[in-house]
Antibody, heavy 123, light 112 residues
Framework: QVQLQESGPGLVKPSQTLSLTCNVS??????????WSWIRQPAGRGLEWIGR???????IYNPSLKTRVTISLDTSKNQFSLKLTSVTAADTAVYYC???????????????WGQGTKVAVSA | DIVMTQSPLSLPVTPGEPASISCRSS???????????LDWYLQKPGQPPQLLIY???YRASGVPDRFSGSGSGTDFTLKISKVEAEDVGVYYC?????????FGGGTRVEIK
């Protein structure tokens, strides 16, 4: 059974870059049929999709964050990463990594999530 | 972006009684393959969301059969036939038709 675990600093200063890593265990990140994704959730609020990367390394981002976000894949370490530049207090949230299933037309859903990591943006 | 609207925002329920949550999308989620790309997730307190229903009406593995999803196009419903105490949390619908993937605002289910 695949497991995902986020890691990274819990506190980032305004205008700096937020960097998180998602370690994947129990399955190869190279397995076809999946998109590796980041989602965030401000405290007490709903879910916002940040973006995703395919096993080929092709990434798609939420247009609301597109100019500031980069998702990358490290197949040698079986992990993928998120970088969000020029952060402000509005980027304070719990950040989740998740696996999105796209094996066939009859599958488009998140089947596995990390536990989430809290990131606060504050001086 | 596709806007997802859920109702109600909050749903107090009595154990053993049914519950229903509505989700509407700003455009049809019916794909040419014939599938509705609409998922339902439950986020229990302190946990990440977990998949309940995908493609509008397909129960995910391990999900109790008291949960069912229905609807097509722009109108969808999640029903719990008999609510149990473990069903408390926030329920989200999500459209998986196109990027950016978008979620409804959530419906908080609590026990009366």
């Amino acid at each position: 059974q695949v497991q995902l675990q986020e890691s990274g600093p819990g506190l980032v200063k305004p205008s700096q870059t937020l960097s998180l890593t998602c370690n994947v265990s129990g399955d190869s990140i190279n397995s076809g049929g999946y998109y590796w994704s980041w989602i965030r959730q401000p405290a007490g609020r709903g879910l916002e999709w940040i973006g995703r990367i395919s096993t080929s390394g092709s990434a798609i981002y939420n247009p609301s964050l597109k100019t500031r976000v980069t998702i990358s894949l490290d197949t040698s370490k079986n992990q993928f990463s998120l970088k969000l530049t020029s952060v402000t207090a509005a980027d304070t949230a719990v950040y989740y990594c998740a696996r999105f299933v796209v094996v066939a037309a009859a599958s488009r859903y998140f089947d596995s999530w990390g536990q989430g990591t809290k990131v606060a943006v504050s001086a | 972006d596709i806007v997802m609207t859920q109702s109600p925002l909050s749903l107090p329920v009595t154990p053993g009684e049914p519950a229903s949550i509505s989700c509407r999308s700003s455009q049809s989620l019916l794909h040419g393959h014939g599938y509705n790309y609409l998922d339902w997730y439950l986020q229990k307190p302190g946990q990440p969301p977990q998949l309940l229903i995908y493609l509008g009406s397909y129960r995910a593995s391990g999900v109790p059969d008291r949960f069912s999803g229905s609807g097509s196009g722009t109108d969808f419903t999640l029903k719990i036939s008999k609510v149990e105490a473990e069903d408390v949390g926030v329920y989200y619908c999500m459209q998986a038709l196109q990027t950016p993937l978008t979620f409804g605002g959530g419906t908080r289910v609590e026990i009366k």
